[in-house]
């Protein structure tokens, strides 16, 4: 949404400071708290380069330190006249938030894009805003310097009377032992911390003042507050907590002032860090890898809250900041989707920088981290918890949810994720922060809890589907104008460390089981899966020797029908062999009859020639003989003839001579 | 089961309605929860928180001469949430897997998603791979503005604007991911196949209507009735919607008009 009265003029670095000149006599006390407060901002606002971040916080030149040593006297005597006029203190709220919004451009300018116009607010809308909820201008606000008057805190001697008989002091509360053992093993285990932080605190005391008397001013005069226990709490934390443990707890599930809220939170959680601040502002500057998602949820956060709705607003661009610098703060962790969630409440009551610690100190000390890493393992065993409360606590919804099939993880993760922010209204968000901070996040399990005992009714007359929605949506409702009673009724839901313990262990034997069955599991599934592949081989093998059977089987029917075929052509062959003998015997004696008698006539025959032959011889030798005699006659007739012929030529002769 | 009140038509008026578990996968912020809103209540919501765990919604359509009644999971989309999901796919017999036409990692997710289904859920399952957020890159006049309005002016505003601005505009709507692409891969994987704006409602219905065709309707009555006889008093710690779908909660208040389908 466009929000115009946030887009109008853009401001310069000149006017930004006009704005903030004329108040003089509050502002630069507004000013110097916030610096000072803020410990890294003092130092961004300014030329000098930030600390280094590799040194110690005590080491660090920190800005705060002058102040320190002057706490009160620029600042003190000056009640300025202008602080209950509505008007000044929105000029004042608007310089602040400008300032804010100038310390993140300082560390994003950097690495980022030309600052976009710096958003003015109309008056009406800063008051509207905060009445609305609690912004980061409403707590930094303070023009006032207060006259402290902690000597004369009755209070404190209350305190100092209950100190000496801490665990006997009875003061009116909804707070039973169980709930006081989480409270005090909580206390114990920051009275560490409690020392370190000692004495950067020391230095915010005056501020807390200021804050404070600013906040009684704001206060409407019907509120029942108890400013001067506040008071003393914000001047001494350490020394009204030692001494009456059970009243901070009953006090913060009274409620803490809205205008206080982001003060209070961050020391029940001991969360100012300087040296924390300054990394803060390092890791602004690197990149996430985690940043496209990061912005993908910033317009996802809230939609409907104003603060966080503008595209590119200040609530977002805040929101941006603290996500990316966890991502990079803690790489394990990233981004998971619900961090936004629960770092928009902090940024409602405290600037950015402050946030990054508070949200550092939640996902460390608070034991929140194992939400939002990548096993969730807090988070399963949180729901482990959760579901055998609820068992023991309400058996009958436990028993209605479980024959609906409805599991704890479909509904209440996002209770522990978000601390109920991503759908519960704020104002009942806040207070669960409220206790969050005192008792730790297991104090989720309290409100969880409460909220099914509050609807035990409804929700046994609900079937899956209406229940389901309601679970998610509907569950606050009955403590949508009475917070306290969502206070009180989840301090009456008895948790104590010690169940939780036994139910911690019980969820680690489970898990311990699972985790061997899943092993089992997963050793069953090998071995199935390399029998699975044998059957497979085996499968492919039979499958070839099928194929070879089958080849076998046809060609030794072929082969068979071949043989039958041969063996009908061999005994036709025989038949016809048989055949053929026969018939060639028989055929021989008819030729050997048929040729006798035609023998026997060329035998005759041959007779004949040969008598004939003996004839023609004979004939013959009567012819040679003829010719003989004839030849004979012949050369007798031959010798006359020459005789003859001689007896010619002679005479011849005789002739010719004569 | 449900007879009385059973507002789903005349026709239907005495079968009761076959029962459909779906369940939503995919990249964060492509749009699942959105899709489903269309679906359900025909509604969008510009900035939609994230899904953290998962959320249940119903519809019923009409198919031919049932009535079928969807029963929804919708899963977060973030990584982290992953392990969470085999609770919701593993009883579920349809799954609509999807991914932002603007964002090509989100195929890449929403394919492992796929082959995880393929591998680990009902063997049976139609799983539809959606492609979400097409109004974005539909029609390059059509741009939006922040307010999620269709920009009027737009035609004259683009031949105004051209390059510069114009190459900022195309940084935002520029589709990475080619309809034939996500489409042959759809076709390969035996998968429906989508492309949908939760933002218009362009293709929403169809998602639904075409896995109601495909799902294997008479399988479901009388397997789910078997279940039913089965798991009334099975609490093995898993989620099985066949426990919570007992006949009661389709006969009431719930029948409150089908969808156009």
Not at chain 1, 182 to 201: D, T
Request: some cysteine.
């Amino acid at each position: 949404m466009n929000d115009v009265n946030l887009m109008d003029e853009p401001l310069t670095s000149e006017q930004r400071a006009s704005v903030v000149v004329p108040r003089t006599p509050v502002t630069p006390s507004a000013f110097g708290f916030t610096s000072n407060f803020f410990g890294g901002g003092a130092a961004r606002s300014q030329p000098t380069p930030p600390p280094p971040s590799s040194s110690q916080p005590q080491q660090v030149p920190l800005p705060a330190t002058p102040v320190q040593a002057t706490p009160s006297t620029p600042v003190a005597p000056t009640p300025p006249p202008k602080t209950n006029d509505n008007r000044s203190r929105s000029t004042s709220i608007s310089a602040f938030a400008s300032s804010i919004g100038a310390f993140a451009r300082g560390f994003s300018s950097q690495s980022q894009p030309p600052v976009p116009p710096m958003p003015t607010r109309t008056p009406s809308q800063i008051s509207q805003r905060t009445s609305n909820a609690p912004t980061p201008s409403t707590f930094v606000a303070f023009g006032q310097q207060q006259q402290q008057q902690q000597q004369q805190d009755p209070r404190n001697s209350l305190a100092n009377r209950s100190m000496t008989s801490a665990r006997a002091s009875t003061i009116s509360n909804a707070t039973n032992d169980s709930n006081m053992d989480m409270l005090l093993a909580r206390l114990e285990a920051q009275n560490e911390l409690l020392a370190q932080e000692s004495k950067r605190r020391a230095t915010t005391e005056s501020d807390m003042d200021r804050a404070l008397n600013h906040a009684k001013e704001e206060a409407a005069p019907g509120d029942d507050v108890d400013w001067d226990y506040w008071g003393a709490l914000m001047h001494d934390y350490n020394g009204v907590v030692k001494r009456n443990p059970k009243q901070l707890a009953t006090m913060i599930q009274r409620g803490v002032p809205s205008a206080l809220r982001g003060l209070i939170w961050q020391l029940l959680a001991k969360s100012k860090d300087s040296q924390l601040e300054s990394t803060f502002a390092e890791l602004l500057k690197s990149t996430s890898s985690h940043e496209k998602q990061i912005t993908r949820d910033m317009a996802r956060t809230f939609p409907n809250h104003e603060y966080f709705s503008t595209e590119g607003g200040v609530g977002q661009e805040a929101l941006f900041n603290v996500a990316k610098a966890y991502s990079l703060y803690d790489p394990e962790v990233g981004y998971c989707q619900g961090i936004s969630f629960i770092v928009g409440p902090l940024l409602l009551n405290m600037p950015e920088e402050e946030a990054f610690c508070m949200l550092v100190r939640m996902m460390q000390t608070y034991e929140m981290r194992g939400h939002y890493t990548p096993d969730m393992e807090k988070l399963q065993l949180r729901l482990y918890q959760f579901e055998q409360l609820m068992e023991e606590t309400v058996p009958m919804v436990f028993k209605h949810l479980r024959n609906q099939g409805i599991r704890s993880t479909m509904y209440a993760s996002q209770w522990f994720m978000t601390v109920f922010a991503y759908k519960f209204p704020l104002e009942l968000v806040f207070r669960v922060y409220d206790i969050l901070f005192v008792e730790g996040a297991d104090a989720l399990l309290r409100f969880a809890i409460a909220l099914l005992k509050m609807n035990h009714d409804r929700i046994l007359s609900l079937d899956f589907e209406v229940l389901i929605e309601f679970l998610k949506h509907g569950l606050f409702e009955p403590y949508m104008n009475d917070a306290g009673l969502f206070i009180r009724d989840a301090y009456d839901v008895k948790v104590t460390p010690k169940k939780l313990q036994q139910y911690a262990q019980k969820y680690q034997a489970l898990l311990q089981k699972q985790q061997a069955e899943l092993a089992a599991e997963e050793n069953l599934r090998e071995s199935n899966r390399q029998l699975s592949s044998q059957v497979r081989a085996l499968e492919g093998s039979l499958h070839q020797l099928n194929k070879e059977h089958v080849d076998l089987a046809k060609e030794l029917i072929t082969r068979k029908m071949e043989m039958a075929q041969l063996s009908d052509r061999n005994d036709v062959l025989e038949q016809k062999v048989s055949d053929l003998t026969r018939i060639v015997d028989s055929q021989g004696k008819e030729v050997e009859e048929q040729y006798k008698g035609e023998i026997e006539d060329v035998l005759r025959k041959n007779m004949e020639i040969l008598k004939k032959n003996e004839q023609l011889e004979d004939q013959l030798a009567y012819m040679e003989s003829l010719l003989v005699e004839t030849k004979m006659k012949y050369a007798e007739s031959e010798i006359e003839r020459d005789s003859l012929s001689r007896k010619l030529s002679d005479m011849r002769k005789a002739l010719g001579a004569m | 089961m449900s007879q009385a009140n059973d507002a789903a038509g005349p026709t239907a008026s005495n079968m009761k309605p076959v029962q459909v578990k779906l369940v939503l996968l995919g990249e964060a912020a492509v749009g699942k929860s959105s899709l489903v809103l269309r679906f359900v209540n025909d509604e969008f919501q510009l900035n939609k928180e994230p899904t953290i765990g998962a959320a249940f919604l119903t519809q019923k359509c009409r198919l031919e001469d049932k009535v079928i009644k969807f029963e929804i999971w919708d899963t977060a989309g973030q990584e982290r949430f992953h392990s969470l999901a085999p609770m919701y796919y593993r009883n579920a017999q349809a799954a609509v897997i999807v991914y932002d036409v603007t964002k090509a990692s989100s195929l890449e997710k929403a394919k492992s998603w796929v082959k995880e289904l393929q591998r680990q859920a009902n063997p049976n399952i139609v799983i539809a791979l959606t492609g979400n957020k097409v109004d974005l890159v539909a029609n390059r006049k059509n741009r939006t503005n922040n307010d999620g309005e269709v920009d009027e002016d737009g035609e004259q505003d683009a031949q105004e604007i051209d390059d510069d601005e114009e190459d900022d505009e195309d940084y935002a709507i520029t589709r990475q991911v080619p309809t034939e692409e996500a489409s042959a891969y759809a076709q390969e994987s035996g998968l429906l196949f989508f492309e949908t704006s939760a933002k218009n409602g362009q293709g929403v219905a169809e998602v639904f209507t075409e896995i109601a065709k495909k799902i294997p309707l008479e399988h479901i009555l009388s397997s789910s009735r078997g279940a039913r006889a089965g798991g009334a008093n099975g609490s093995n710690g898993r989620v099985d919607l066949q426990n919570g779908a007992n006949g009661q909660r389709l006969g009431g208040q719930q029948e409150k008009g089908g969808c156009a389908c």
